[in-house]
């Protein structure tokens, strides 16, 4: 039922103006506006990957942290890419690390 902005009385389904005060009525949407993620686990993506060759605490903790807010704001179709940027932000922040510790060693 669509509700005219305008006076907030109800109208027809398939009314285009409102019947009491004449007001074009626009569809207002009753899904609840869902945030796509997918931008932002592509960023913490990035930022995993960078933590395997620099810096790995600063980008791995960097990658869960875009992860975990990916996470927050996911429908639940696109969880899962929020739990894939935190699992690969930590793997390769423990791997980052290793490698530093590696190298360490070896230079
Ligand atoms: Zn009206």
Redesign the pocket.
Known sequence: MPV??????Q?ADDAVY??????P?TMVPTVQKQTDITPIAIVGIICAFISLLFFPPLFGILAVLLGAYALSKASEDQKSLGWITIVLGVTFMIIGIFLGMFAAVIL
């Not at 409102?18 to 007001?23: F, L, M, Q, S």
Request: with cysteine; net charge positive; hydrophobic share 15%.
């Open positions: 005219c902005s305008k006076c907030g009385k109208n409102c019947a009491y005060c004449t007001t009525l």
